[in-house]
């Protein structure tokens, strides 16, 4: 995303109904309460959209403070009892209606974000992080297109994603700092400037490397490889699943074809190869594909750690 989007979506509109609620509060009941309904709504639907990783995880909480203390402040102060029922203006008949609009937009979409956090009707693989010691959040991790990307791969009609279904309920992992920061500076070119950059990356299973690439190199952030999109990779099989662990570091990759490994076993680093935007893991379970298109098997549920992560959720690392 670019960063006038950013400024706009996560900074400027939150920003924008929280100065209305604060500075402009409707002066009926029924006004203030569809305002204050509608702004809460939207918090929750945005905080649950929006990929927080660029701007830290925990600013949906701050927007959350300030609202809940307006809404405090305006109750004990205006004595809201006393005001009329009902607009007694045109300007507030049209903030009343805003306020619906913004009601039933966010109340469908902020819907749809908590579907997505339910566990798919699939056979779930679970696995412990693959991933060593450190803080983790989930870019694109759900069971709806909203929060994760990855679920366009689903669509049969579309030849061209045919070959990537495996992939359809895939995780992406980004590390964060302590106080949330993903990076080094805002969006840096050099990836080796990313918090994941360089994380270890382990064998959540027993199994056999069925697939693997070491030579693809680390592209500058926001430039993609989109010929060579899994980047440096290893395929795992373990069992009758199929994990793959892609956009690892070149040159980082410890195993090869055929090799049998055990969990906790280093497989590389995270780097930035292939069709990545930013130093990331990308992580998913599928059947087997065949050797054409071994990324084409049905899609299969991922529970890390007991837990199916979705957009925003954070995670810690495991000490291996």
């Keep these: 995303m670019t960063t006038p989007a950013i400024l706009l979506i996560q900074l400027a509109l939150p920003l924008i109904l929280l100065t209305g609620l604060v500075l402009f509060p409707a002066a009926s009941r029924v006004g203030y309460t569809l305002q204050a309904l509608g702004t809460a709504l939207f918090l929750f639907a945005h905080a649950r959209i929006v990929m927080w990783i660029v701007l830290p995880w925990w600013l949906p909480w701050a927007y959350g403070a300030i609202w809940a203390l307006a809404v405090a402040v305006h109750v004990i102060r205006r004595n809201l009892g006393r005001a ?42 679970d696995m412990p992080i693959p ?7 989930v870019a694109h991790g759900g069971s709806h297109l909203l929060i994760n990307g990855h679920m366009m791969t689903l669509d049969p009609a579309i030849e061209r994603f045919r070959n990537w279904r495996g992939q359809s309920y895939a995780l992406d ?13 805002w969006q840096p070119e050099d990836p080796a400037r990313y918090a994941i950059f360089g994380k270890r990356v382990h064998a959540p299973c ?11 190199r680390d592209m ?19 069992e009758e699943a199929v994990l793959l662990l892609a956009h690892l570091r ?5 195993v090869e074809l055929g090799q049998r490994v055990e969990p906790g076993v280093l497989l590389g680093e995270v780097g930035n190869s292939g069709n990545s935007a930013e130093p990331h893991l990308h992580l998913h379970a599928q059947r087997p594909g065949g050797r054409a298109a071994p990324i084409a098997g049905e899609p299969l549920a991922l529970r890390v750690e007991g837990r199916y992560l979705r957009r ?9």
């Design 84 to 125: 009329p029922m009902w607009p007694t203006r045109i300007s507030g008949w049209t903030g009343l209606v805003f306020a619906l609009l913004l009601i039933a937009t966010s109340s469908w979409y902020g819907r749809l974000a908590v579907i997505g956090g339910a566990l798919p009707p699939l056979e779930v693989v």
């Design 131 to 137: 991933l060593g010691p450190g803080r983790y959040i």
């Design 173 to 185: 992992l980004v590390a964060v700092d302590r106080f949330g920061r993903h990076s080094d500076g």
């Design 206 to 216: 027993a199994g056999e490397v069925i697939g693997v690439e070491n030579s693809r």
């Design 220 to 238: 500058p952030v926001p430039e993609m490889d989109r010929i060579n999109l899994l980047g440096n990779h290893v395929l795992l099989r373990c």
């Design 250 to 254: 070149q040159g980082s990759v410890r």
């Design 312 to 320: 925003n959720d954070r995670i810690t690392g495991r000490d291996w």
